[in-house]
């Protein structure tokens, strides 16, 4: 049985990446550095993100069946590929913690007037751990299954502000300079690089030919209104989006609206929550499977309670805040090691894939050997498989008992 | 044992989860029992400090249906402080509950708080993570204290959103909104103006036996009323808690509001008289967090005009004398506006134009001489010397205001924020030739495109 997931699921999962950050606490970031021209800070770090997203969809159908581990271990090596892996790992781990502080942000500041620390955290914690024991196909279908929703959501987060909104405000571009645009850029990185989902994700998507059709389509609708998105933030507030750290709230405050649709607003805002607890399950699950795959853990249970512990160090125990959070994800040298890293990945993905061009073919032995993921075995054929074997080799396989492998691909 | 945790982890989870927080929850009191809902806020500054008022709901268990703010369930409490911060935490003391602000619709200022820079008071609220509703801002003539205690006193939704009183003002005065992203957005903005509504609190005319706790027996200051005559029950609305009716035109009428009483039959005079909040149109303009000039009569008219979003308003003239006029007072309401603007430099020199086309409706001929030709609804009445009239009285409230704005300085039309947005290097340059840049209005030529036509 396959558990690979779709190419509009990888879609899917890409613009819930692509949506987790953007919309609560980092739009008054940005703010803070680019003032009325935060639309175009975002342009910009979301343009270079889809020249990557390009870069990676030509390496995914380069190396349809090969993880990206597999990958830089057979060009690099192992140790290459531990630490590229370990590196992801912090990075979904962070961004994760990230997502945690602006949930219990939301919490505290539209839902309850103060709410309990513990009984806030505790079942997240729970929720977050049964979350990182799924897979991708889980969170594929789930993603799938609220995107209509999710769409819903955020459209009207986007258009009910924006019919009230005095578009004019954006005006002039580049008031305060070009340097400070492009200073948000490099402060606000970490936000970007949502395409490096896709390396979790390699070699688990049924890479059909439209598959990359499909992805580029969901990426463009969701950057577009990401982009619109902070056009109506900066509309609406302009030089005073400074002071709206709650930025997915305040904006349907300012419309009057809203106090008519009371209803409305407030299944707004449900869905929102699924949202974010979509993206906080996501980003760890990531976490969860490079760091499965860095250390090959037999037992899933492993990395989901070191997650869990490395969580509770950082959130409960070292009481990290939301701004002390945003204070070392915007400093200097934090923002140019993720820059680094974000342009690194697919770079080193490239190299590899050239390097290895004609010779990553799977062969038998490393699917009988199961040197190669079992998401793999339905799509091996003989034309694609280099025949290493000799007739003797196979006359011994042919005497051995069968296999796990041969029971498994027997019952599929 | 494992294979059983195995078999129903969610389960076992969900009851792990439950058995674990059951006892924190179990024991904690209601919310309600510790967060005091408060509705609306009046800040004073008195000699021991910082005044702050609040209306808060308290729950009437004896009353089936809930519904806050009705027969008298909102309470007014008041605290001083050092700064507002300091305020609230004696109010804390004082109610014994935390005042929850996510339901405070209206923030009360007194006047005098615009002596200094009123953002120093409202800083407080813009921080908060408390003040979830954007809430709308207002002055006080007198006291804030004052207004909360009336907007306590009155019956049915106003006294829970004193800011229902404001529901009219985008359309009839104003024409901005005046919450507090919405001031701050302007104060912060290059022209650094903003407006806010004036209230009031009078008399209604009618006397209260039965006075709330709440309700403050101050006496009123006289002067606001003095300014326009009393109208009393003359905006009764059938039924509905929502009655208001502002209007531009304040040299003839008063606004007065009233909410429905259940006991109508006021007491013959045993009561005092029943205070109610005024909305009589008037604004004021601040710049840098100081008023520098308040907004009435034709000068609001001529706001009204100038602005694109207000669609209505009237346009009185007197001693008109035509067939079928004899030295009459005409009242003409706007039925139909359309503003636009645009400005553009000339010779180096900022021009802005205002397009107005109006279409007028004759509403009321006051005349002392009957004439039956007067009663005709089928004719246009927006002709000849009628028409110049109009044109007068339009032109004459609309170069009032502008000699206001000029002479404080106050850039009520954001004509900074238009050419800074549209004409960016133009205006850079002109700011660069003059010695004072903030003197830059009084070097704008206002130009006026204005019809008018009849409406049969």
Redesign the interface.
Known sequence: MTKKITGIQCGLLLCLTTISLKFLAFPSVFANYAGKDVYFSVLIGLMLDFSFVLIMLWVLKQNPHLTFFELIKRAFGKVVASVLLVCLFLYFFFRGVLVVKEIHNYFNETLFENIEWLMFVIPLFALIAFMMLKDFRTFGRTVQFFMPLIALALLFTILVPASEADFSNILPVFEYGVKNTFNAVLRCSFIFGDYLILFVLMGKIKFTPDAPKKVLTCVVITYTLVILFYIVFASVFGDVGINHSLALSDLLLYTSIITETGTINWINIIIWLIILFLEVGLMFLSASKTLTEAFNFKNRYIPTVLICVLLFISIVYLYLNLIRAIEIVTSLWFSISVIAFQVMLPILSVIATLKLRGKNKVTLRQVYNQSVVKYQLTNIVPSNCKTVFSNKKIKQVKNKKPSKINKEVQNA | MLKFIKRHR?VV?FL??AI??TP??ISKPA?SDR?AVVTSVGIDKTEQGIEVSVNTIVPNSGQAGGGGGTDGTVKTVSATGTNVSTAFANITLVLGK?P?L?HCDSIILNKNLFEENVLEYLDFF?RT??L???AAIMVAQNTAKEVVETAASQKGLRAVSVSEILLLNTEYALSK?SNI?EF??NT??PSKTSMLPLITVGDSGKSNPDVDGGVAQTALNTNADKSVQSDSGSSQSSGSSKSLKSGANNSAKNNSTSTPQKAEESGSGNGSPEKIIKNEGKGVIVKNGKIVATIIGDEMNGLNLLSLDTKRGHIQIKNVNTPEFSNANLTFEIFNKKTSYSGKFVNGKPVFDFDIDLVLKLEEATQKTSNIKALTTTKNYVEGVVKTKLYQTAENSISKLINTAKANNADVFEIYDYF???H?SEWKQFLNTLENKDDYLNYVTFTLSLKLQGKI
């Open positions: 969610l989870t792990c989860v674990l927080l924190f929850s919310e967060m935390f929850g996510a813009i993570n408390n979830t509703s954007n909104a992203d701050y957005l912060f903005s800074n947005k549209f960016n």
